[in-house]
């Protein structure tokens, strides 16, 4: 009885250090996934930052020529 009990709970042992491996390989899995999500996440950040930037560069560019079109028609007179 002692020997079956001591097969059993060694055979419980074995499937628990399987288990146990392939949670440990699952894991590496998902940490390497998550790394991945976290790369593309700062890229998208940095890709919304530059796009923000051009629309500040844009929005000067674009104020700068409605002061100089205001120039223009106060010298040809053409504002009311």
Request: glycine letters at 2%; zero cysteines; aromatic letters at 2%.
């Amino acid at each position: 009885m002692t020997a079956n009990t001591e097969n059993l709970i060694l055979e419980l042992l074995r499937v628990m250090r399987a288990d146990i491996t392939s949670i440990k390989d699952d894991m590496r899995e998902v940490k390497g996934r998550l790394t991945s999500l976290e790369a593309a996440i700062a890229a998208l950040r940095r890709d919304h930052l530059g796009a923000q930037e051009d629309v500040y560069r844009q929005q000067a560019a674009i104020d700068r020529l409605a002061e100089r079109m205001d120039r223009v028609e106060k010298r040809l007179e053409l504002q009311d």
